[in-house]
């Protein structure tokens, strides 16, 4: 069994991990000032984030009747870019509420 085909048992498409990955590349570049956690990070959460809510994104554009490519594959691919994109927007903002929590100094309870 190949790396496609076990990924493909397990209901992950390469495509949208790549167009993910791809996006989470781009987000992290694109920053000003951007930090070794960002250049980590954000393919990863591109990545994790187009293979977990590409279909359910696609599901919801195809519903409010968003104008989308007619061939599947493409509009999975842009999706799934548009989705790595905005993942590591909401890492950021989970990440930064996070430390604030901790700085603040507040106990688990």
Partial sequence: MTLHEFLDALGIKVG???AGLSGGILRG?????????EIVASPI??????????EPALFYLRAINWPL??????????????VG???MWIADLVFD????WVKGGHEMR
């Fill in 16 to 18: 949208v991990v790549i």
């Fill in 29 to 37: 570049l694109s920053r000003r000032q951007y930090t070794a956690r």
């Fill in 45 to 54: 959460c591109g990545a994790l984030a187009a293979t977990y809510l590409t």
């Fill in 69 to 82: 490519p007619g061939e599947e594959v493409a509009a999975m691919n842009a999706t799934a870019f548009v």
């Fill in 85 to 87: 994109v905005c993942a």
């Fill in 97 to 100: 509420a996070i430390s604030r």
